[in-house]
């Protein structure tokens, strides 16, 4: 039997801000849709254009109030092929929560405060 990742799932608040914020911060661009008749929810799945693997965004609309993270000791990693750079991008739009200088990483927070390990890809 063979596992391979299809894609990690947060909930957010508000989709149309995440949306923004992934694709400004990250580069991900929506590549998948499901919002049923209904309305209650809806799922987006962002990809990177390389890999198959997916973030799968789900939007509740009755939730109203913020998704307890705990510590956020859970997180996604996103490898960077221009480190420096993508650093210099994510200071100007104010995003850095935590840094690792020791360890060549930092961490970006999304608009709901989930946390985001940026690496360079020779860490990867």
Do not use: Q
Request: with cysteine; glycine share 6%; hydrophobic share 35%.
């Amino acid at each position: 039997m063979k596992f391979k990742f299809a894609h990690n799932n947060i909930n957010v608040l508000n989709l149309e801000k995440s949306l923004k914020f992934y694709e400004e911060a990250l580069g991900l661009k929506e590549v998948k849709r499901y919002a049923p008749e209904s309305g209650e929810f809806i799922l987006v799945y962002l990809g990177d254009g390389e890999t198959s693997h997916t973030l799968e965004l789900t939007w509740l609309r009755d939730r109203t109030e913020p998704y307890n993270l705990g510590e956020n000791e859970f997180h996604l990693a996103l490898t960077v092929d221009d480190f420096e750079a993508a650093y210099e991008h994510h200071k100007k739009m104010g995003c850095i929560c935590f840094e690792n200088k020791e360890m060549g990483i930092y961490f970006i927070n999304d608009p709901d405060n989930y946390w985001i390990e940026i690496l360079p890809s020779s860490m990867g």
